[in-house]
């Protein structure tokens, strides 16, 4: 049959069925790695009852046992259904169902019964694995399109679908999702194979994209930390977890619902991850999932907090329709996350902090090929490209940029705010596509759209916006910050040329560390610097002592950069203690371009912490390794 889709990283055939709601029922066992599942899925026709023969679902990695049609119309009793798995591409398979002949149901439901186990989605940790070294550790992650391999389904953020779960596993341990809790909780504790075992159930009443869909089952307590949010973690970093986000958690929310219109999903916990967690956060709906490298004791990375709160409106309720358009998501949020900031913590520190990112967004663009998809805004996802290979600096960055373009084309803050509000509400529950922004945008501002500006010579919309490679046309102004960087400015221009720092340097302790970043930063952009003159600059800055990851992070580069081979102890030790692939990836780059003795330890390190990396960064590392030993 001709198979239509919206969406080239998905199998599913989305314009004749969609799933709008999923029943999952999991059984957690650690010991054999398995989650012993059961999901019913509710479909309806998409068109008119017609007679479609076929299903096509994502898959990976699952072992299907049984797929039923249940209350069909057309049999007193369930159908057993036949059903075959093929490749697709090397990030997913095809699951095809197929159907009774002459079915013309326009709402149907259909139960598959399976296995997952060692898909992508599913980090099973040992306990020497956990913070706490105790009780193995289970967490999914499905962005970008990984939850094929935790349940089979229609893996596109183009379709969103409401959910309940029940999750069974042992006592002592608690399972969490991304939605409500249902109490009590846990429900039941009951005998399953002579053990004792807990029920956990959770209801997702909105519609989400299924890359939301999220479980984490380990040994978890929480603390109350806002009238609408706990954060859980391990038992032995909850005090700290509970003293990095008491309080200050709500003012985000709530400044968020003044800029952006009504939080919608009632309850915003957090979850602190165990250190093989591969990102800063992922914004969960109702269940944030944050590193625990934010847990420094004085508050000073809540960024990435803000970050995931904004989340609950660009990406959670607003969603890019394909990964095509990532920006979509990441953009608006990056420009929600630095509204909030400027509020929070002034404008010298947003301008500066907006600086660090213009940097980042530099760097990633230096490391590509000038005429690289990967530098677009709107990626073109086709021909077997893993959406999860093309993740970089450019959506957040670039899409920053262009959300802030609009912003100074309309000229009022306070339009643009209402357009936002306005944005939120008409595609809420919706996915959308970068037309569907633009149009939007231009309706809204007829002045601007008469006035021709979506072709504006030099920053014309698609062409030069969307499918151009390279730093944005326009990036915003970080003057503001300039007051911060030409103290840094003063103290690397002396050092460099005297050998002594300035007099600023005495201040070195006090600086904020979105400064110390800036030092760091230039410092790596200089092309050699001689051992003598870093090792001044290591043993005045005590950097090897910080226990800051952004500071440890550029720290490591310039180690392993310059070849300061006495400190490659400290990257080792920073690679061991954190999995966040905005680190790791980075850090072993820069280690396979030093010195025999920084590719010596980029192999040890790996070889060290491999089994306790996330699938996805642990293939990366190892590319990285290989492809340098081939050359």
Same mark, same amino acid.
């Given at each position: 049959?001709s ?5 080239n990283c998905s199998?599913?055939?989305?314009n004749?069925?969609l799933?709008?709601?999923y029943d999952?029922?999991f059984?957690?066992d650690?010991?054999?790695q398995? !989650? ?5 899925l ?5 068109q008119s ?10 898959v !990976?990695?699952l072992?299907i046992?049984?797929i039923?049609?249940l ?14 798995i093929?490749?697709f591409e ?8 197929s159907l ?11 139960e ?10 599913l980090c099973?940790l ?5 913070a706490?070294?105790v009780k ?7 962005? =970008?399109?990984?939850?094929r391999?935790?349940f089979p389904?229609?893996?596109?953020p ?6 309940? =779960?029940?999750?069974?596993t ?5 399972a969490l999702?991304?939605?409500?809790r249902?109490?009590?909780f846990p429900?039941?504790k009951?005998?399953?194979d002579?053990n004792e ?6 209801e997702?009443?909105?519609p ?5 869909v999220?479980?984490?089952i380990?040994d ?5 930390i806002g009238p ?13 977890a509970e003293s990095?986000f008491?309080d200050?958690t709500?003012q985000?929310?709530q400044?968020g ?12 916990d957090?979850?602190?991850?165990p250190?093989?967690?591969?990102y800063?956060g992922?914004?969960?709906p109702?269940?944030t ?6 847990l ?5 990375l809540?960024d990435?907090?803000?970050h995931?709160?904004?989340h609950s409106w ?16 990441e953009g608006f ?7 909030i ?12 902090e907006?600086?660090?990112?213009k ?7 230096k490391s ?7 530098s677009r ?7 077997g490209?893993n ?7 450019t ?5 920053f940029?262009?959300?802030s373009?609009?912003?100074q084309?309309?000229?009022?803050i306070?339009?643009?705010d209402?357009w936002l509000?306005?944005y ?12 569907d ?5 231009l ?5 601007l759209k008469a006035?021709?500006f ?7 919309f698609e062409a ?19 007051s ?5 400015e003063r103290v690397?221009?002396?050092?460099i ?7 600023d340097?005495?201040?070195f302790?006090k ?7 800036n ?13 003598? !003159?870093?090792?001044s ?5 005590q ?8 500071i ?11 070849q300061f081979?006495?400190e490659?102890y400290?990257?080792?030790k920073f690679?061991q ?5 905005k680190?790791t990836?980075?850090i072993y ?10 590719q010596?330890l980029?192999?040890?390190t790996?070889e060290?912490?491999?089994n ?6 642990r ?13």
């Amino acid at each position: 049959m001709s198979l239509k889709r919206k969406d080239n990283c998905s199998i599913s055939n989305t314009n004749d069925f969609l799933i709008n709601h999923y029943d999952f029922h999991f059984v957690c066992d650690f010991e054999q790695q398995k !989650l012993f599942s059961k999901v019913n899925l509710h479909f309806h026709q998409t068109q008119s009852p017609t007679q479609i023969s076929k299903i096509f679902l994502d898959v !990976l990695q699952l072992n299907i046992n049984k797929i039923e049609l249940l209350n069909s119309k057309q049999s007193s009793s369930n159908v057993t259904l036949t059903f075959t798995i093929n490749n697709f591409e090397s990030f997913g398979e095809s699951l095809e169902i197929s159907l009774p002949q002459d079915f013309n149901e326009k709402e149907f439901k259909i139960e598959i019964e399976f296995i997952a186990s060692q898909g992508p989605a599913l980090c099973w940790l040992l306990p020497s694995q956990t913070a706490g070294k105790v009780k193995p550790y289970l967490f999914t992650q499905g962005q =970008a399109c990984l939850n094929r391999s935790l349940f089979p389904c229609q893996d596109t953020p183009s379709v969103k679908a409401t959910y309940n =779960a029940t999750v069974v596993t042992k006592v002592g341990f608690v399972a969490l999702m991304s939605a409500l809790r249902v109490e009590p909780f846990p429900q039941n504790k009951t005998l399953q194979d002579g053990n004792e075992v807990l029920e956990f159930k959770f209801e997702m009443k909105l519609p989400i994209p299924i890359y939301l869909v999220a479980l984490a089952i380990g040994d978890l307590t929480c603390a109350t930390i806002g009238p609408r949010s706990k954060v859980w973690t391990e038992p032995c970093l909850i005090k700290a977890a509970e003293s990095e986000f008491a309080d200050i958690t709500e003012q985000y929310i709530q400044q968020g619902e003044k800029f952006f219109g009504p939080y919608v999903w009632q309850q915003y916990d957090i979850l602190v991850m165990p250190p093989s967690f591969p990102y800063g956060g992922m914004e969960n709906p109702c269940l944030t999932f944050l590193t625990p490298t934010l847990l420094v004791g004085d508050r000073s990375l809540l960024d990435v907090v803000i970050h995931e709160i904004i989340h609950s409106w660009f990406g959670n309720l607003v969603t890019n329709e394909t990964w095509s358009d990532f920006w979509i998501n990441e953009g608006f949020t990056m420009y929600g996350q630095r509204r909030i900031m400027k509020h929070f913590f002034g404008e010298e520190l947003t301008a500066l902090e907006t600086l660090t990112g213009k940097t980042l967004l530099r760097e990633c663009i230096k490391s590509l090929e000038p005429d690289s998809i990967l530098s677009r805004l709107h990626v073109p996802l086709a021909g077997g490209i893993n959406p999860d290979d093309v993740y970089n600096e450019t959506p957040y960055e670039k899409g920053f940029a262009f959300v802030s373009y609009l912003e100074q084309a309309v000229g009022s803050i306070e339009k643009f705010d209402d357009w936002l509000k306005s944005y939120i509400s008409t595609f809420a529950f919706k996915s959308l596509n970068y037309r569907d922004v633009l149009d939007h945008f231009l309706q809204n501002f007829p002045e601007l759209k008469a006035s021709g500006f979506e072709f504006k010579v030099g920053f014309e919309f698609e062409a030069k916006w969307l499918n151009e490679s390279g730093f944005p046309v326009f990036y915003p102004s970080t003057e503001k910050a300039d007051s911060l960087t030409k103290v840094v400015e003063r103290v690397i221009q002396c050092w460099i040329t005297t050998g002594n720092p300035s007099e600023d340097i005495e201040n070195f302790s006090k600086w904020h560390y979105l400064q110390v970043c800036n030092f760091l930063d230039s410092l790596f952009a200089i092309e050699k610097i001689e051992l003598p !003159l870093l090792k001044s600059i290591c043993e005045r800055c005590q950097l090897s002592k910080s226990q800051n990851p952004e500071i440890r992070l550029r720290w490591s580069k310039i180690i392993a950069k310059h070849q300061f081979d006495e400190e490659l102890y400290f990257i080792s030790k920073f690679l061991q203690e954190q999995s966040k692939q905005k680190y790791t990836l980075p850090i072993y780059q820069q280690l396979v371009n030093g010195s025999e003795k920084a590719q010596a330890l980029a192999i040890e390190t790996f070889e060290l912490t491999k089994n306790s990396l996330a699938t996805t960064v642990r293939n990366y590392v190892r590319n990285i390794i290989t492809t340098k030993k081939q050359h």
